[in-house]
């Protein structure tokens, strides 16, 4: 490839072109993670919304299926209405729909999906079920990502409903838990949640979740605009990458990102960034790293090579150490490197004084070797 081209590739996706648009880098797709028309991220409180959780092969957009979608309308904070489908994911190579690990995490297995839905059909009914009202959800950003990209391949237009991330309220109310995952949330709560990782059951926990936050918020802060305004800050840009011991800048940790205080392992080679800046970035933001996967790992990130190898010729060890934790019960995700862009969104920037420049003597430092 190019340097030219590649210079373009790397400024449109890491430093978020406004073009919609996929390219091809070593003969696999990298998704834009700017998606024109998505809905906005909010913070507020309101009596009428719509709770969404999907249920998914993986966590790349690009790579996994989803497999179950969830949802209960309320208005004035009552349930109207419900919706839940199974939805029949594209077969694997080794005649499933799901491998082993999904069927042990979720339940689903492949007899239940054989006979379900297809996605554009699931989707259809999904869209005509939400409308315009505001989603909310645990870790929802994941899903948003996931059935915005659904809906573009799928129904030829964006999710554009607005979404609140319950996850960050849990980090704002909550900041001296070790954790803040939808069961942890549960827990704190007293609230049962009978069937864990099915989307309808997690529907209606994020609900109670949604709930009990709600009067926290206002207990601390008062009113909800006061709430709202407690999550604003200001990024200022990152100056200098130092090459030694990585070590994060304490005015630019974020408490309200995804990585913050959590533990890291990068594996593989990263497309965008090198590893040590893609450290810095977690370092930055409050985040820890790691050389191997241990049982702090919060987060496993697969370079995109290593993901794609990963989906077609079995699973590294890593990935098994991590999956086998996460069976256990342990807080961790394994992701793609595009989820991961998904996670620190336009905090890329903080990196350089100068993206293009500098992006341009990387990329030239590279395409020598």
């Given at each position: 490839m190019a340097i030219f081209d590649t210079i373009i590739i790397l400024y449109n996706q890491l430093f978020v072109a406004v073009i919609h648009l996929n390219v091809v880098v070593s003969g696999y797709e990298i998704p834009n993670t700017s998606r024109k028309g998505k809905?906005?991220?909010?913070?507020?409180?309101?009596?009428?919304?719509?709770?969404?959780?999907?249920?998914?092969?993986?966590?790349?957009?690009?790579?996994?299926?989803?497999?179950?979608?969830?949802?209960?309308?309320?208005?004035?904070?009552?349930?109207?209405?419900?919706?839940?489908?199974?939805?029949?994911?594209?077969?694997?190579?080794?005649?499933?729909?799901?491998?082993?690990?999904?069927?042990?995490?979720?339940?689903?297995?492949?007899?239940?999906?054989?006979?379900?839905?297809?996605?554009?059909?699931?989707?259809?009914?999904?869209?005509?079920?939400?409308?315009?009202?505001?989603?909310?959800?645990?870790?929802v950003s994941f899903d948003i990502n996931f059935l915005?990209?659904?809906?573009?391949?799928?129904?030829?237009?964006?999710?554009?409903?607005?979404?609140?991330?319950?996850?960050?309220?849990?980090?704002?109310?909550?900041?001296?838990?070790?954790?803040?995952?939808?069961?942890?949330?549960?827990?704190?709560?007293?609230?049962?949640?009978?069937?864990?990782?099915?989307?309808?059951?997690?529907?209606?926990?994020?609900?109670?979740?949604?709930?009990?936050?709600?009067?926290?918020?206002?207990?601390?802060?008062?009113t909800e605009e006061a709430f709202a305004d407690s999550f604003k800050r200001k990024y200022t840009r990152y100056d200098h990458f130092k090459a030694s011991e990585i070590q994060g800048d304490p005015d630019k940790n974020d408490p309200t990102c995804l990585l913050y205080n959590r533990y890291c392992v990068f594996t593989g080679r990263l497309e965008r960034l090198s590893r040590k800046e893609a450290m810095q970035i977690v370092a930055n933001l409050g985040g820890f790293n790691e050389d191997r996967v241990s049982k702090k790992t919060n987060y496993l990130i697969l370079g995109n090579n290593d993901y794609c190898s990963t989906i077609k010729d079995g699973k590294s060890s890593k990935q098994k150490t991590a999956e086998k934790y996460k069976l256990n019960g342990q807080d961790i995700e394994i992701i793609p490197e595009t989820v991961f862009y998904d996670m620190i969104g336009d905090r890329a920037v903080e990196i350089y004084d100068d993206p293009v420049i500098d992006c341009f003597k990387q990329m030239f430092k590279r395409e020598q070797q």
């Open positions: 809905g906005r991220s909010i913070i507020a409180l309101p009596e009428s919304y719509c709770v969404v959780d999907i249920e998914t092969t993986g966590l790349s957009t690009n790579w996994d299926n989803i497999i179950e979608i969830g949802a209960i309308r309320y208005e004035k904070n009552e349930e109207v209405r419900s919706f839940q489908t199974l939805v029949k994911p594209p077969m694997r190579h080794d005649g499933k729909y799901v491998d082993d690990f999904i069927v042990l995490l979720t339940g689903i297995t492949n007899s239940m999906l054989e006979d379900a839905p297809g996605l554009g059909e699931s989707l259809l009914a999904f869209d005509d079920f939400i409308g315009d009202s505001v989603i909310i959800g645990y870790n915005y990209d659904a809906f573009i391949k799928n129904l030829r237009k964006p999710l554009s409903n607005n979404y609140i991330d319950l996850l960050r309220f849990s980090r704002k109310l909550y900041p001296n838990m070790p954790h803040h995952t939808l069961s942890d949330m549960v827990y704190r709560f007293g609230y049962k949640n009978e069937n864990a990782h099915r989307a309808l059951s997690d529907v209606k926990a994020t609900k109670h979740c949604y709930e009990r936050m709600k009067v926290e918020a206002l207990n601390q802060f008062g």
